[in-house]
């Protein structure tokens, strides 16, 4: 049985954030995206100039941007798949830690199999990204399940931001020693993806030390195991029905937070290849290095604006609420968009949106997390509840993803897909101002 409240249980939690916060910085934001721009591009010998960026995949030819969009949201699609499966199978045999622990170990050790990605083998070389993809966000169905568990609610929103905060901060330092490692001592780039395989697997040692080894007591029936998690997930689907403010709340959540990871996945491509970098006379070569550098530089305001405002919003919210506070984060998440599509074009305004990024991504997140936990019903079965809630976040971004990749290839370029995300933004707004005033949480 867990203690709510134990401030070494919640450190010891918080800690997984540490741990696994490298994958989304370095893996899917920072240093892959370039690195895989870089080696699935076909460069001229002598400047460096970018002379085409389509792949050969899958049999057809795509721009490199795209293929990326559509792999991960298919290494989505079987998170969404294999999600409630092991739920059940867990919810069977009692032991939430040893499926978190699975999942951490398959996300690490695919993360330094990223190592070996080549061009020439593009289809085998994205195996591991999915795996790393799948490792990640399957851990965090375990992980989050055991926010209700380890805090009151009235602490959840600080303890949830504790948490992203801690990832933040972890994440960010191991980046600053990735990149001192990759510019002052000349380190080949791929070997940042041996690191955070390593680190993930190595500071998730602190959270699995502290968490008991049986979350929950077990059902003791194996009949029917592999559809078990499918039925506790209809179950779930069905009492979310029942309630209204959960179910009004998950609504506005499919829609905001589709147009949330979207942007946290495509941010670092998108700023490649629609941002002007350079001053007219400057070689391809420096033009490339002073892209490298900025967006770098804009990762990593990202991440520390991110500490800040995920204990701003979860100030907010102890002052005006959840859903007002999360309301003010799609607004400003809506005003992002907007000037992104309108405005951004030159360096100094991709800083303001990463600047404004970093403010509300941590807070969007972390208050998200709290509050779906408050508005849970008294549970022993509080993977069943976050599984659900991850196979809706993840439906929310394959359809994000998918249709961000679509418009850019369709209109051959990736600013217009940021009116999709205008739109989802827009419908989360409208859909959070729908959910019932609540004491605890609004």
């Not at 591009?41 to 795509?62: M, N, Q, R």
């Not at 179910?247 to 996945?265: A, C, D, E, K, W």
């Not at 530089?297 to 604006?305: N, P």
């Not at 999360?326 to 030159?346: E, K, M, P, R």
């Amino acid at each position: 049985m867990l203690k709510k409240g134990d401030p070494k249980l919640i450190r010891a939690w918080t800690f997984y954030d540490w741990a696994n916060s490298v994958y989304p910085l370095v893996i899917t934001s920072a240093i892959f995206p370039s690195y895989y721009d870089a080696i699935t591009s076909t460069k001229d010998a002598v400047t460096g100039e970018i002379l085409s960026d389509k792949v050969s995949a899958f049999g057809g030819i795509f721009p490199n941007e795209d293929i990326y969009s559509y792999v991960y949201a298919f290494a989505l699609f079987l998170v969404v798949l294999s999600a409630p499966i092991l739920s059940g199978i867990a919810d069977y045999v009692g032991n939430k830690k040893r499926f978190l622990q699975f999942f951490c170990f398959l996300g690490s050790i695919s993360c330094m199999c990223l190592f070996f990605f080549s061009k020439e083998h593009i289809e085998w070389s994205f195996i591991p990204f999915i795996t790393a993809t799948i490792g990640f966000w399957g851990s965090l169905v375990f992980y989050n399940s055991y926010l209700p568990e380890i805090a009151s609610p009235e602490n959840q929103d600080k303890v949830s931001a504790k948490g992203f905060a801690r990832g933040y901060f972890g994440s960010s330092l191991l980046l600053i020693i990735c990149l001192v490692c990759i510019i002052v001592f000349k380190m080949p780039a791929k070997y940042s993806f041996l690191l955070v395989g390593i680190w993930w697997m190595g500071f998730a040692q602190i959270t699995f030390f502290a968490l008991p080894t049986l979350s929950h007591k077990a059902h003791g029936e194996n009949k029917g195991l592999f559809t078990k998690g499918f039925k506790e997930l209809f179950v779930v689907f069905k009492d979310v029905l029942t309630r209204k403010t959960l179910r009004r709340f998950l609504g506005s959540y499919f829609f905001y937070n589709m147009g949330l990871q979207t942007i946290l996945v495509m941010a670092v491509l998108f700023a490649r290849k629609e941002i002007q970098w350079g001053k007219p006379g400057q070689s391809h070569l420096e033009v490339e290095a002073i892209k490298t550098n900025s967006l770098i530089i804009s990762i990593l305001l990202i991440q520390f604006l991110g500490i800040a405002g995920a204990y701003i919003f979860s100030w907010l919210s102890r002052k005006i609420g959840n859903i007002k506070a999360l309301g003010t984060s799609i607004f400003i998440w809506i005003f992002v968009c907007i000037f992104t599509y309108s405005v951004a074009h030159y360096p100094i305004h991709f800083y303001i949106v990463a600047a404004s990024v970093g403010l509300v991504m941590g807070g969007a997140q972390s208050l998200s997390r709290s509050t779906y936990s408050k508005y849970l019903p008294e549970t022993d079965d509080n993977a069943s509840y976050f599984s659900f809630y991850d196979v809706m976040e993840k439906l929310g971004m394959i359809i994000g993803t998918v249709s961000f990749g679509l418009i850019g290839q369709m209109t051959g370029g990736m600013r217009n897909s940021i009116l999709v995300l205008i739109a989802f933004f827009v419908i989360g707004f409208l859909l959070l101002l729908r959910v019932p005033k609540s004491n605890t949480v609004h």
